[in-house]
């Protein structure tokens, strides 16, 4: 093992790390240095960072660009976002590491079969709800997908086993998901098995630092990219480079557009859009205070109702400044399986440490501006989150069957 990382291990008070160290074979051992020369020893700064945040802002409503208004200006927002389109300038990127343990299902989220007569998987109508537009502009649009540790190869092997559902696999790119070490709270970093570090997800908003690390961003650049469409694979019916979304944003001169729904009711659980000292800012729905939640403008309507739906536009260059400046990690407590020093497994059933995650939310205040666009929510708003119930496999079916998509 190389002095330097032994002497890391000795600074931030982690030898316990090597307590299996001397058990493991040849190939064993080159692995887990890996993993050590790659760790990001700068979440043990964010404590400090946390406790010195001072909390929101001043929080205001935003106005977004409404149904009515889109529709009155389509034509031109149409023609703006197609040439930025036919010109190579717009990408999709799409978030897809998460597995579908919550709908009963053991694979990868995307790989998830909606259909009911015939086959339709997530990554398959996401691929169609794309290719609407590569056939409206002629363009094939390049398509990003990050993926994770634990999904990877089994989404890259689904998506060549199916063709790709008729996309252009030349213009279909996969990235791994940058991961955070997960630590104790007397801040000892944990190990899943004995020769592996307990590793998580570094949250929706290590999607651009990934993609620049797997050096996407470059690629990107090179194809002459200058907007990247963000969006989850959860929400089968969402538009993607959506030529009208592209040219609201470049139309309005702002450097980011956020899709929203307006909130069914005003305790939906949804991130709201709004300002926070002046800036966009996403609020999430624990944090509303009632005032807020039911505060409404002399029409009645509530002025804090717009919800994001995890479809965002963004101009490259200024989510470049964003990673000079260094997001925000957040610390968020867990349940973390892991193995102690004896070796004894240990499978915690309240939280038991720490794990780190960066937030899409964070880098949207961290931008000048932010277009809200409304959508239309039985339209572009099918999320598949849970078995039964609320935002299920029967209401994103619903949605579908209202849309005249055939599964």
Same mark, same amino acid.
């Given at each position: 093992?190389?002095?330097?990382?032994?002497?890391?291990?000795?600074?931030?008070?982690?030898?316990?790390?090597?307590? $299996?160290?001397?058990?493991?074979?040849?190939?064993?051992?080159?692995?887990?240095?890996?993993?050590?020369?790659?760790?990001?020893?700068?979440?043990?700064?964010? $404590?400090?960072?946390?406790?010195? !945040?001072?909390?929101?802002?001043?929080?205001?409503?935003?106005?977004?660009?409404?149904?009515?208004?889109?529709?009155?200006?389509?034509?031109?927002?149409?023609?703006?976002?197609?040439?930025?389109?036919?010109?190579?300038?717009?990408?999709?990127?799409?978030?897809?590491?998460?597995?579908? %343990?919550?709908?009963?299902?053991?694979?990868?989220?995307?790989?998830?079969?909606?259909?009911? %007569?015939?086959?339709?998987?997530? $990554?398959?109508?996401?691929?169609?709800?794309?290719?609407?537009?590569?056939?409206?502009?002629?363009?094939?649009?390049?398509? $990003?997908?990050?993926?994770?540790?634990?999904?990877?190869?089994? %989404?890259?092997?689904?998506?060549? =086993?199916?063709?790709?559902?008729?996309?252009?696999?030349?213009?279909?790119?996969?990235? %791994?998901?940058?991961?955070?070490?997960?630590?104790?709270?007397?801040?000892?970093?944990?190990?899943?098995?004995?020769?592996?570090?307990?590793?998580?997800?570094?949250?929706?908003?290590?999607?651009?630092?990934?993609?620049?690390?797997?050096?996407?961003?470059?690629?990107?650049?090179?194809?002459?990219?200058?907007?990247?469409?963000?969006?989850?694979?959860?929400?089968?019916?969402?538009?993607?480079?959506?030529?009208?979304?592209?040219?609201?944003?470049?139309?309005?001169?702002?450097?980011?557009?956020?899709?929203?729904?307006?909130?069914?009711?005003?305790?939906?659980?949804?991130?709201?859009?709004?300002?926070?000292?002046?800036?966009?800012?996403?609020?999430?729905?624990?944090?509303?205070?009632?005032?807020?939640?039911?505060?409404?403008?002399?029409?009645?309507?509530?002025?804090?109702?717009?919800?994001?739906?995890?479809?965002?536009?963004?101009?490259?260059? !200024?989510?470049?400044?964003?990673?000079?400046?260094?997001?925000?990690?957040?610390?968020?407590?867990?349940?973390?399986?892991?193995?102690?020093?004896?070796?004894? =497994?240990?499978?915690?059933?309240?939280?038991?440490?720490?794990?780190?995650?960066?937030?899409?939310?964070?880098?949207?205040?961290?931008?000048?501006?932010?277009?809200?666009?409304?959508?239309?929510?039985?339209?572009?708003?099918?999320?598949?989150?849970?078995?039964?119930?609320?935002?299920?496999?029967?209401?994103?079916?619903?949605?579908?069957?209202?849309?005249?998509?055939?599964?």
């Amino acid at each position: 093992m190389k002095q330097e990382t032994k002497q890391l291990l000795e600074q931030y008070g982690q030898t316990h790390l090597l307590s $299996f160290y001397d058990q493991m074979k040849d190939h064993q051992k080159l692995d887990f240095e890996r993993q050590l020369d790659t760790l990001d020893w700068s979440v043990f700064d964010c $404590f400090d960072e946390n406790s010195s !945040q001072d909390g929101k802002g001043i929080i205001s409503p935003i106005d977004a660009l409404s149904i009515a208004d889109i529709e009155a200006n389509r034509d031109t927002y149409v023609r703006i976002g197609l040439e930025a389109v036919k010109a190579g300038k717009v990408g999709a990127l799409l978030l897809a590491g998460g597995q579908g %343990t919550r709908l009963g299902f053991g694979g990868p989220k995307g790989s998830f079969n909606i259909g009911v %007569t015939k086959e339709l998987y997530l $990554f398959e109508q996401l691929l169609k709800n794309t290719m609407d537009v590569v056939k409206e502009s002629g363009t094939w649009i390049p398509f $990003f997908i990050m993926t994770s540790d634990k999904n990877h190869e089994e %989404t890259v092997g689904f998506l060549k =086993e199916h063709n790709y559902f008729g996309y252009n696999p030349d213009y279909i790119f996969f990235f %791994t998901q940058d991961m955070a070490p997960c630590m104790d709270y007397e801040k000892k970093l944990l190990m899943e098995t004995k020769e592996q570090l307990a590793f998580s997800p570094n949250g929706n908003g290590g999607w651009f630092t990934s993609f620049a690390n797997a050096g996407l961003l470059k690629k990107a650049k090179e194809m002459g990219v200058e907007w990247l469409n963000c969006f989850s694979v959860d929400n089968v019916l969402q538009r993607i480079a959506d030529p009208c979304f592209v040219g609201a944003v470049i139309s309005a001169g702002c450097v980011s557009g956020a899709k929203v729904v307006r909130k069914a009711d005003p305790n939906e659980r949804v991130g709201v859009l709004c300002l926070e000292d002046g800036k966009p800012s996403i609020i999430e729905y624990y944090e509303m205070t009632p005032e807020m939640t039911y505060s409404q403008n002399n029409r009645g309507e509530y002025l804090y109702c717009f919800g994001v739906i995890l479809n965002y536009l963004f101009r490259i260059d !200024q989510l470049e400044e964003i990673m000079e400046k260094r997001l925000s990690t957040h610390v968020v407590e867990k349940k973390i399986p892991y193995v102690d020093p004896d070796g004894t =497994e240990h499978h915690p059933e309240k939280p038991n440490g720490y794990k780190f995650e960066k937030l899409i939310l964070d880098m949207i205040h961290m931008l000048e501006n932010c277009l809200a666009y409304e959508v239309d929510r039985e339209k572009e708003f099918a999320p598949v989150k849970n078995k039964e119930g609320v935002d299920s496999i029967d209401t994103a079916r619903e949605l579908l069957r209202k849309n005249g998509i055939e599964f």
